[in-house]
């Protein structure tokens, strides 16, 4: 039986051979293109948690909290999921009146305890049920959506506290409609994805930012300023100062946060929380003009990173992040 030029093994076969085998990888790897695998790396831990339930007010600090798709979640307090608005509707924050810093939170049960100098405490329900008569709309940014209106008790009492009329106070109750971060208008491109949810907060579901940050700014400072002044939810331990700047996505747990853009700054960081009241020298937004403008951003100084989730889970203080840098 004559043999074929393979089984005689001649050079001319052996690199026909080699040639239609090169030919087959290049068209695999042309149809089904490797997928360049995610490299995470330790980079931190988480050195505390905090929830920021009504905008603007007085945050809580707690030692778990389970990371939804809208933000970091404390029992029934949900991050950025109460609002104070004018009578049109429009959200009021610290830009405009410093003192909503001294109004605290507490839970108590079912309810909800605010707390504020100079006023007795009033109880609101933490949870209440979406009714034809309760329904009402709220303003944040460029998005207006449908909230449970708190109801005249607590409007009165906002109002006396800040000794203006008109205000209301607005619930983001879970079977409303959330805002979508990719709707946003930025200055740069909006990296955000269709899907990526939030309640009342300004830009994104979530915040971070290290300590390492917060005192490299403090060296700069004649009078150091706290964490709270820029009410970050995850607030990261044994990392550089600014190392967050390069983390494209996290991991701490089963949850998986991916980053956005950073959080640019504004005269909100001037407030003292324990006062009510801004720095008269602007600070520490001044010092933070000096060394924290970065391009794309503007005029405004970064500090922190706007962060959307992407798998949900539970987290506590002490631990381990892994991260991809960019």
């Not at 030029?5 to 050079?11: I, Q």
Request: hydrophobic content about 40%.
């Amino acid at each position: 039986m004559a043999m074929s030029v393979l089984d005689r093994g001649s050079p001319a076969a052996l690199f026909a051979a080699v040639a239609a085998g090169a030919a087959m990888k290049y068209a695999a790897g042309f149809m089904f293109p490797k997928q360049k695998k995610e490299e995470y790396r330790y980079v931190g831990k988480v050195g505390s948690i905090w929830v920021y339930p009504f905008k603007s007010f007085k945050g809580v600090n707690v030692q778990n909290a389970d990371c939804t798709s809208v933000g970091i979640q404390w029992r029934s307090f949900g991050d950025r999921q109460w609002a104070v608005s004018t009578a049109d509707g429009v959200y009021l924050t610290q830009r405009q009146v410093p003192k909503m810093a001294l109004i605290e939170p507490v839970l108590d049960g079912d309810n909800i305890m605010l707390k504020a100098p100079g006023m007795e405490p009033i109880s609101l329900q933490a949870d209440p049920p979406v009714t034809d008569s309760n329904i009402s709309k709220v303003t944040v940014k460029a998005d207006t959506i449908r909230s449970v209106d708190m109801g005249d008790a607590v409007a009165d009492w906002l109002c006396r506290y800040f000794d203006r009329t008109g205000l209301r106070l607005h619930y983001s109750a879970p079977n409303l409609e959330k805002r979508d971060a990719s709707n946003a208008k930025k200055l740069w491109q909006n990296p955000a994805k269709p899907g990526d949810m939030l309640a009342l907060a300004d830009n994104c579901g979530y915040m971070v930012v290290s300590n390492a940050s917060l005192a490299d700014l403090n060296t700069r400072l004649e009078t150091p300023v706290p964490i709270t002044n820029f009410r970050a939810n995850i607030i990261v331990d044994d990392c550089s100062a600014f190392a967050e700047d390069s983390w494209s996505s996290i991991r701490i747990g089963d949850v998986q946060l991916r980053a956005l853009d950073a959080c640019t700054r504004c005269i909100f960081v001037t407030v003292d929380q324990s006062k009510g009241v801004k720095d008269k020298n602007e600070e520490p937004l001044k010092t933070l003009k000096t060394y924290r403008l970065r391009d794309p951003y503007g005029p405004k100084p970064c500090f922190g990173v706007n962060f959307t989730m992407d798998k949900c889970g539970h987290v506590k203080v002490g631990d381990p992040i892994y991260a991809t840098v960019s």
